[in-house]
């Protein structure tokens, strides 16, 4: 088993991480350009044999990119006790094979932290009000599946623009953004 040496210093391979109990999502920045990005989805038919195979695929992917850092994104409360507790295996199956592969240094970072970097805030009471007023009548729920898809798309815009990349997927971007604000806040991340 190969040692995990923290690093002060930024390092030049960083991969940045959405997981989610069935994928993980990934950018990798070497020497502070995105150098690639997508998602992997895990297989299996238990939360057991998804572990298995996230360590097994992020393992290989750490050991093809040579991997000197990992930043993902800290986990946030939830609702479903059932979805954390899955979440949380996924986590410590990704975390488990970086450590096998010597991954130097982890760090985390918050959803609302990055978010707020690239100017992704949390909508304001005005803001959500207005969606009231030109969309009357629904449900709470509504409302805030509603804002979480207009935060999803203001993120997706980041990444085209700041990148020059056309990205589809909101896990994807997300992973991006969480790069962009490691390789420009190394030392603002949570050890």
């Not at 989610?20 to 297989?43: P, R, W």
């Not at 939360?47 to 750490?62: E, G, H, M, N, Q």
């Not at 093809?64 to 939830?78: G, L, N, Q, R």
């Not at 410590?92 to 096998?100: D, E, F, Q």
Request: glycine share 4%; with cysteine.
């Amino acid at each position: 088993m190969k040692k995990i040496l923290e690093v002060s210093t930024k390092p030049s391979k960083i991969m940045a991480i959405d997981a989610s109990t069935n994928s993980l999502a990934f950018s990798v920045f070497i020497d502070n350009d995105l150098h690639s990005f997508g998602k992997i989805k895990f297989a299996g038919n238990t939360p057991y044999d998804k572990v298995l195979d996230a360590c097994r695929k992020t393992s290989a992917f750490i050991k093809h990119y040579d991997v000197e850092a990992i930043v993902i994104e800290h986990t946030v409360f939830m609702n479903s006790p059932k979805t954390a507790a899955d979440l949380a295996l996924v986590q410590g199956s990704l975390l488990g094979a970086a450590g096998l592969e010597g991954v130097r240094s982890i760090r985390s970072v918050a959803p609302i932290t990055w978010q707020n970097f690239i100017g992704n805030k949390k909508m304001s009471k005005e803001e959500s009000l207005a969606i009231r007023r030109e969309f009357p009548g629904k449900s709470d729920s509504w409302y805030k599946t509603y804002e979480r898809q207009l935060r999803k798309e203001k993120t997706i815009h980041f990444i085209d623009v700041q990148y020059s990349k056309e990205v589809s997927d909101n896990d994807v971007a997300d992973a991006i953004a969480i790069g962009h604000y490691a390789i420009n806040n190394w030392d603002r991340l949570t050890r």
